[in-house]
């Protein structure tokens, strides 16, 4: 069972925007680790988005952005596009665990 | 930005051995903490494990008792080695570098997909 909730799929048709929330708890979120965003193709390797809750890598469109209030992370799609389609993860650190810990993954469709 | 990449034996038997292997090419060694994330069928990401420059490691507790994650700076390779296997092992291995900064997975190996059955 993952530490960090997410909903288990989110849709939208292209040129829609979506938002994907990640939902954590006092051991990872509160105690002010920072949240981070992954796309990942099954069988590939998983590529980060969004890293230190709202910050893109070089290259990531900036169609992407990440917000994060408390226990709450958001990663939003503005513009969504065919090749968005995909799942989506969130990640943080949880001091309980002593490691990392990702959330239960997002299936992204679009229609 | 570093490169990953990984190699090992794809299918094992029950209570065999496990064992990854993972080449770093660029980065910096020390900046980072070196992982292994999995994914089994019809399920989500799992951290495993990782170990540092200096060979300190961090564990799943669940999979604490079976596994070993080190690292030989001499060759810029880190490994993966899970003890007993069964058919709940079976997944997709990544090797990955998380940011000793960040805290975020910067980037990743190709994959492994690891096959337990008898």
């Known amino acids: 069972q993952s530490v960090l909730t997410q909903p288990p799929s989110v849709s939208g048709a292209p040129g829609q925007r979506v938002t994907i929330s990640c939902t954590g708890s006092g051991s990872n979120f509160a105690t002010g680790y920072d949240v981070h965003w992954y796309r990942h193709i099954p069988g590939t390797a998983p590529k980060l988005l969004i890293f230190g809750n709202t910050n893109r890598p070089s290259g990531v469109p900036d169609r992407f952005s990440g917000s994060r209030s408390g226990t709450l992370a958001s990663l939003t799609i503005t513009g969504l596009q065919p090749e968005d389609e995909s799942d989506y993860y969130c990640q943080s650190f949880d001091t309980s665990l002593g490691g990392s810990v990702f959330g239960s993954g997002t299936k992204v469709t679009v229609l | 930005q570093g490169r990953l990449q990984q190699w090992g034996a794809g299918l094992l038997r029950p209570s065999e051995t496990l064992s990854l292997n993972c080449a770093v090419y660029?980065?910096?060694?020390?900046?980072?903490?070196w992982s292994w994330v999995r994914q089994s069928p019809g399920k989500g990401l799992e951290w495993i494990g990782e170990?540092?420059?200096?060979?300190?490691?961090n564990y799943d507790p669940s999979l604490k008792s079976r596994l070993t994650v080190s690292i030989d700076t001499t060759k810029n390779h880190f490994f993966l080695k899970l003890d007993s296997v069964t058919a709940a092992d079976t997944g997709v291995y990544y090797c990955?570098?998380?940011?000793?900064?960040?805290?975020?997975?910067?980037?990743w190996g190709q994959g492994t997909q690891v096959t337990v059955s008898s």
């Open positions: 170990v540092d420059h200096g060979g300190r490691t």
């Open positions: 660029g980065g910096s060694f020390g900046g980072y903490y």
């Open positions: 990955a570098a998380r940011s000793g900064i960040h805290y975020c997975f910067d980037f």
